[in-house]
């Protein structure tokens, strides 16, 4: 009977574990989690003498990987040449890399880790596919033209108080809200 007794109870305790498990932890308040973010990047600041970024690290990786498909992509006077010699083993590949890795486990400790594909509540994934791909193209460019993303120029940036860092975050914001204003019609 207490051998029943015990098997009953694992399996309960089990079944909570389980509950648990899949139950996942709310988000975090955004004032903590923003005094957070500028505490990162002041230890960044100061452990690495740089800030936040991540385009750079994306460029570097189209410039080494275009440059072994076709080296003249990478030939001088070409837009990646400098990247290209300056290869993957840099700061900022690094900082992404171990940004991907926290971020990954971060969801998976918080019970929030699945795949899919988010985007607006009324357009089909067809849709928010093409959205997704249309904005990261948009960003990728204006980062490369603005010479710094979200992270690089706006975060950093203004944390230095460099004028380029207030006014792309301006910008930024601007854009926000006139592509939010063009597509509400779907978040509806």
């Known amino acids: 009977m207490s051998r029943k007794f015990g098997q009953t109870q694992f399996s309960h305790a089990s079944q909570e574990e389980d509950t648990i498990m899949r139950t996942p932890r709310p988000l975090w308040n955004p004032y903590v989690a923003g005094v957070v973010l500028g505490l990162g990047l002041l230890a960044t600041f100061i452990v690495t003498g740089n800030g936040y970024g991540v385009t750079g690290a994306t460029t570097l990786a189209t ?18 040449h400098g990247m290209f010699d300056v ?69 950093s940036g203004s944390a230095t108080l460099a004028a380029a860092g207030f006014l792309f975050l301006i910008g930024f914001f601007i854009a926000g809200i006139v592509f939010g204003q063009m597509t509400k019609g779907l978040w509806k």
């Open 63 to 80: 410039a080494a990987v275009a440059g072994r498909i076709d080296p003249a992509i990478v030939a001088q006077h070409t837009y990646l």
């Open 87 to 155: 290869g993957l083993n840099r700061w900022i590949v690094w900082e992404v890399v171990g940004l991907a890795i926290g971020a990954l486990i971060g969801s998976v400790l918080a019970g929030r880790f699945k795949f899919q594909v988010d985007g607006p509540t009324q357009a089909g994934r067809s849709l928010r596919l093409v959205l997704a791909l249309a904005g990261g193209i948009a960003a990728g460019f204006g980062a490369r033209l603005a010479l710094g993303c979200t992270s690089g120029m706006g975060l």
